[in-house]
Nanobody, 115 residues
């Protein structure tokens, strides 16, 4: 059974930083293009970032490029998202997923950016 467990969400002030983690079990993460997706209040799922298997090239949504960094530790089967310069519009539930659409994702972790 595939399990994706996100952690690291919190309440943070604008301009602050957070690091999200996603621990995977039941799959070998190195064989997947892994993504972070998010769902803000009254919004649909949005693809935030993807890290591709093999060479590790990455994709970022325009809204987060330059502020967020995706990485993976294949030995630990863990995915990360370093989020800097957070904005109120980054408030959302963040999920890791094995596909860019987020069809197979974990339970999510809440990130709230507010003063």
């Amino acid at each position: 059974e595939v399990q994706l467990v996100e952690s690291g969400g919190d309440l943070v002030q604008p301009g602050g930083s957070l690091r999200l983690s996603c621990a995977a079990s039941g799959l070998t993460m190195s064989t997947y293009d892994m993504s972070w997706v998010r769902q803000g209040p009254r919004k649909g799922l949005q693809r935030v970032s993807t890290i591709y298997r093999g060479g590790g090239s990455t994709y970022y949504a325009d809204s987060v490029r330059g502020r967020f960094t995706i990485s993976r530790d294949n030995a630990k089967n863990t995915l990360y998202l370093q989020m800097n310069s957070l904005k109120t519009e980054d408030t959302a539930v963040y999920y890791c997923a094995t596909d860019p659409s987020g069809n197979r994702r974990g339970q999510g972790t809440q990130v709230t950016v507010s003063s």
